[in-house]
């Protein structure tokens, strides 16, 4: 069983950065990819992008490229999603989830995180 563990959300002013992580056991081939998704008050899920551990391969939405970056530490099996230059829009909860392959659907992903609460105020 692959369980995950956001953590690092919080309340920050539009231009701040957040730093969420999500821990989980060690990565192994059915759990190759770690997405990141968000959803907004009264939206629906969307994703953010992925990191894949075997290759450290990232993806980003254009949304928050140049603003967002993915990367992994191998050494305590823990993602990063580091968020510079927020905006309002931002605001959302964040989960992590991992999958064998993962994709952009939040239904291709196996295993989630209980999710972390990001609020950009302007």
């Known amino acids: 069983q692959v369980r995950l563990v956001e953590s690092g959300g919080g309340t920050v002013q539009a231009g701040d950065s957040l730093r969420l992580s999500c821990q989980g056991p060690r990565p192994t081939f059915r759990s190759d990819i770690v997405g990141w998704f968000r959803q907004p008050p009264g939206k629906d899920r969307e994703f953010v992008g992925s990191i894949s551990w075997s290759t450290g391969a990232t993806y980003l939405i254009d949304s928050v490229k140049g603003r967002f970056t993915i990367s992994r530490d191998t050494a305590v099996n823990t993602v990063i999603l580091q968020m510079n230059s927020l905006k309002p829009e931002d605001t959302a909860v964040y989960y992590c989830?991992?999958?064998?392959?993962?994709?952009?659907?939040?239904?291709?992903?196996?295993?989630w995180g209980q999710g972390t609460q990001v609020t950009v105020s302007s």
């Open positions: 989830a991992a999958d064998e392959f993962g994709g952009s659907s939040w239904s291709e992903y196996d295993y």
